[in-house]
Nanobody, 125 residues
């Protein structure tokens, strides 16, 4: 069994930045897709950024493209989400997630099996 734990959430004014961290225990990120998701009350979970099982390929939701960056340090079993130019609509609970070993170069949301507990991000205007 594996676990993911997020760190780095908080409150920030619009235009500010936050860096979210996610640490894994019990497994490595080798050949696994990694993703960051967010959810607000009453709305469906949304994938905002993902890293392919090659550890290089990235994908971003249109709403965050150009502002958010996903990266990893495989040796530390850690994945990060750098969030810049934050907007009030970025306010959400943010979750990191990982798949099992996969041969897919990219993974759909339903592939993600391991989830963190979430870290709250609040952006005020």
């Amino acid at each position: 069994q594996g676990q993911l734990v997020e760190f780095g959430g908080g409150s920030v004014q619009a235009g500010g930045s936050l860096r979210l961290s996610c640490a894994a225990s019990g497994f490595t990120f080798v050949r696994k897709c990694l993703g960051w998701f967010r959810q607000t009350p009453g709305k469906d979970r949304e994938m905002v950024a993902s890293l392919g099982n090659d550890g290089i390929s990235t994908w971003y939701a249109d709403s965050v493209n150009g502002r958010f960056t996903i990266s990893q340090v495989a040796a530390k079993n850690a994945v990060y989400l750098q969030m810049n130019s934050l907007k009030p609509e970025d306010t959400a609970m943010y979750y990191c997630a990982a798949t099992d070993f996969t041969t897919l170069a990219s993974c759909p949301e339903w592939y993600y099996k391991y989830w963190g507990q979430g870290t709250q991000v609040a952006v005020s205007s």
